[in-house]
């Protein structure tokens, strides 16, 4: 592996770790329905305010995010709405591996 494909690897699996925490991927998902404020994301989810807040400078950190900042509100975009695309597919391995158990069992 060269350097740039090392790189590119690498800013890959950045976004991929900021997507693996359950939270982190809850509040992307949210965000494909629209731009919410960091206050609905606290109304809708078991954390305080400091938390959703860090959950989402670390989505805006690996470029999952952006913010707006109108008056005493923070609002969060999407960067690039396709980024959960690739959800059907996840939900597909998980499904095929449920499978795989319950065939293992009959």
Same mark, same amino acid.
């Given at each position: 592996?060269?350097?740039?494909?090392?790189?590119?690897?690498?800013? /890959?699996?950045?976004?991929?770790?900021?997507?693996?925490?359950?939270?982190?991927?809850?509040?992307?998902?949210?965000?494909?329905?629209?731009?919410?404020?960091?206050?609905?994301?606290?109304?809708?989810?078991?954390?305080?305010?400091?938390?959703?807040?860090?959950?989402l400078s670390i989505?805006?950190?690996?470029?999952?995010?952006?913010?707006? /900042?109108?008056?005493?509100?923070?609002?969060?975009?999407?960067?690039?709405?396709?980024?959960?695309?690739?959800?059907?597919?996840?939900?597909?391995?998980?499904?095929?591996?449920?499978?795989?158990?319950?065939?293992?069992? /009959?």
């Open positions: 592996m060269n350097a740039k494909e090392k790189a590119l690897v690498e800013a /890959k699996a950045n976004v991929l770790k900021a997507l693996g925490h359950p939270t982190r991927l809850w509040m992307a998902e949210q965000l494909a329905d629209g731009e919410k404020c960091v206050c609905e994301l606290v109304e809708n989810i078991d954390a305080d305010f400091s938390t959703v807040s860090k959950h989505l805006k950190q690996a470029g999952v995010v952006i913010d707006e /900042k109108r008056g005493k509100q923070v609002y969060y975009r999407l960067k690039v709405p396709c980024i959960l695309q690739f959800m059907p597919c996840i939900e597909a391995v998980i499904q095929a591996t449920a499978q795989t158990h319950i065939d293992l069992m /009959k």
